[in-house]
């Protein structure tokens, strides 16, 4: 199974920015989309961006204009640019793909952003 691995989390003041990281062991391009999602204590883990194979993007609506994401496929990492960061973004990033040729999925362990008003 791949292996995915985020970094670039941190604690930032509120409109500060970040570029989270996620490096898979194999390649990002046999998933059907790769995706990041977040997870605040207390809430459930929600689709923050995703980027299929095809390179349809999508984002959460309360991110829409702020974070972008993008991927290298030559170094099988897909990234996610966050500009001006809100107190509500604080939460733990995790990376997924989605839908390998086997069928699984798979999760980074994620990486905790921190934003302070």
């Known amino acids: 199974q791949v292996q995915l691995v985020e970094s670039g989390g941190g604690s930032v003041q509120a409109g500060g920015s970040l570029r989270l990281s996620c490096v898979a062991s194999?390649?990002?391009?046999?998933?059907?989309?790769m995706g990041w999602y977040r997870q605040a204590p207390g809430k459930s883990r929600e689709l923050v961006a995703a980027i299929s194979r095809g390179g349809y993007i999508s984002f959460e609506d309360t991110v829409k204009g702020r974070f972008t994401i993008s991927r290298d496929t030559a170094k099988n990492t897909v990234y996610l640019q966050m500009n001006s960061l809100k107190p509500e973004d604080t939460a733990v990033y995790y990376c997924k793909g989605s839908n390998s040729p086997t069928g699984a999925d798979s999760w980074g362990q994620g990486t905790q952003v921190t934003v302070s008003s």
């Open positions: 194999g390649s990002i391009v046999n998933f059907a989309a």
